[in-house]
T-cell receptor, first 113, second 112 residues
């Protein structure tokens, strides 16, 4: 019963480094998304995808890249990490259409020093 | 601009009190509204609402949606310390591609 799997759970990066947060789901969900959560800001949508090969920007896309080559995987790339990207990142997925619950990964705690 | 607004931002109550959390929204092509509870890790699902006026209930928690006035409320009766958490409201809509936007959340603290 894997659900949504995110890795790594914790990461410390130096400013300017790049890295990829991995997200995989085994529920055949069309919709996958990445959020970041900061104190007092709630969950803000970074990028999302409605199927393989289709991605779009959310509310805070700058500094992040995504791709969706398969239904299962939706990695989030930080191109050149900045301290402002210190946050908790959640990957989420669901079926498309009304009446579908969103499932979350466990979260990835990222610190950029 | 699509938005989801929750109120109050924080709330402190005593055990046994009843609380009402509010969520209003302005989105294009509304599909559903979801409530989540978050306690220091990933949000956990509470309710999904798609139709106006139909109350969803689970134990001491209940929620209802008003699609005409564009809001939802989450009620918690006989609160317990275990209800302390951040409660998140999210709206699933299709402005362009379908997507889901969250409110900032209401932080509830229940004291003994």
């Amino acid at each position: 019963n894997a659900g949504v799997t995110q890795t790594p759970k914790f990461q410390v990066l130096k400013t300017g480094q790049s890295m990829t947060l991995q997200c995989a789901q085994d529920m055949n969900h069309e919709y996958m998304s990445w959020y970041r959560q900061d104190p007092g800001m709630g969950l803000r949508l970074i990028h999302y995808s409605v199927g393989a090969g289709i991605t779009d920007q959310g509310e805070v896309p700058n500094g992040y890249n995504v791709s969706r080559s398969t239904t299962e995987d939706f990695p989030l790339r930080l191109l050149s990490a900045a301290p402002s990207q210190t946050s908790v990142y959640f990957c989420a997925s669901s079926y498309l259409g009304s009446g579908n619950t969103i499932y979350f990964g466990e979260g990835s705690w990222l610190t950029v020093v | 601009e699509d938005k989801v607004v929750q109120s109050p931002l924080s709330l402190v109550v005593h055990e046994g009190d009843t609380v009402t959390l509010n969520c209003s929204y302005e989105v294009t092509n509304f599909r559903s509204l979801l409530w989540y509870k978050q306690e220091k890790k990933a949000p956990t699902f509470l309710f999904m609402l798609t139709s106006s006026g139909i109350e969803k209930k689970s134990g001491r928690l209940s929620s209802i949606l008003d699609k005409k006035e564009l809001f939802s409320i989450l009620n918690i009766t006989a609160t317990q310390t275990g209800d302390s958490a951040v409660y998140l409201c999210a709206v699933h809509y299709s402005g362009g591609y379908q997507k889901v936007t969250f409110g900032i959340g209401t932080k509830l603290q229940v004291i003994p």
